[in-house]
């Protein structure tokens, strides 16, 4: 309505859609568009797959990443929705593949760093390894609440306390007001005994 070009914001529009729940709509809608911009049908392309593999369209996902990636190669997202994916699909090997490809060409992607760490979890790793990943992506994007609340999390799960309080001191500097800061103050209270 105010003369914005596709380019610009339907890439927008469709992440907000995929956030509000909207994935359906978002596919019906916006399922045939194409974009001049390499990089806007890249992003387009990327939601759309993962807003497809919400719908449980698996085969069109990947379909739609293919494209995404056809279109800007290299793609952080869609190569970090392509992990996802493996993983969901079971193929953890696979998934940790894919994101080390990712990270020695993009060593600065902060979520490509927290991903690493949930499926290094999942695959038994070494809970330094795990924290580790978790903590480059904390240098990298110093306010990632995920990264904050997965470090705390883990130490909350494997009863270190102290650990657990230093990480959240560290998140409630950042994120004060965050609600996963306030929830695991009352998480780190209750396993306090107070």
């Given at each position: 309505a105010l003369g914005v070009a596709p380019s610009q914001g339907l890439p927008l529009l469709a992440e907000a859609l995929l956030r509000s729940g909207q994935e359906a709509v978002l596919v019906e809608r916006h399922g045939r568009q194409t974009l001049p911009d390499a990089?806007?049908?890249?992003?387009?392309?990327?939601?759309?797959?993962?807003?497809?593999?919400r719908l449980g369209q698996a085969d069109a996902a990947q379909a739609r990443l293919a494209a995404a990636l056809q279109a800007r190669p290299g793609h952080p997202p869609a190569l970090r929705l392509q992990a996802r994916l493996l993983a969901a699909g079971g193929d953890l090997a696979a998934a940790v593949t894919r994101l080390q490809a990712l990270l020695a060409a993009q060593p600065g992607d902060a979520e490509a760093w927290l991903l690493m760490g949930h499926l290094l979890l999942h695959q038994d790793a070494e809970p330094a390894q795990v924290l580790a990943a978790w903590r480059q992506a904390l240098v990298l994007q110093p306010d990632l609440a995920s990264a904050h609340a997965a470090i705390?999390?883990?130490?909350?799960?494997?009863?270190?306390?102290?650990?657990?309080g230093q990480q959240l001191a560290a998140m409630r500097q950042r994120l004060p007001q965050h609600p996963r800061t306030l929830q695991f103050e009352a998480e780190l209270a209750a396993a306090r005994g107070d």
């Amino acid at each position: 309505a105010l003369g914005v070009a596709p380019s610009q914001g339907l890439p927008l529009l469709a992440e907000a859609l995929l956030r509000s729940g909207q994935e359906a709509v978002l596919v019906e809608r916006h399922g045939r568009q194409t974009l001049p911009d390499a990089l806007a049908q890249a992003q387009l392309a990327t939601t759309l797959a993962e807003a497809q593999a919400r719908l449980g369209q698996a085969d069109a996902a990947q379909a739609r990443l293919a494209a995404a990636l056809q279109a800007r190669p290299g793609h952080p997202p869609a190569l970090r929705l392509q992990a996802r994916l493996l993983a969901a699909g079971g193929d953890l090997a696979a998934a940790v593949t894919r994101l080390q490809a990712l990270l020695a060409a993009q060593p600065g992607d902060a979520e490509a760093w927290l991903l690493m760490g949930h499926l290094l979890l999942h695959q038994d790793a070494e809970p330094a390894q795990v924290l580790a990943a978790w903590r480059q992506a904390l240098v990298l994007q110093p306010d990632l609440a995920s990264a904050h609340a997965a470090i705390v999390a883990l130490h909350l799960a494997r009863r270190d306390l102290e650990a657990a309080g230093q990480q959240l001191a560290a998140m409630r500097q950042r994120l004060p007001q965050h609600p996963r800061t306030l929830q695991f103050e009352a998480e780190l209270a209750a396993a306090r005994g107070d």
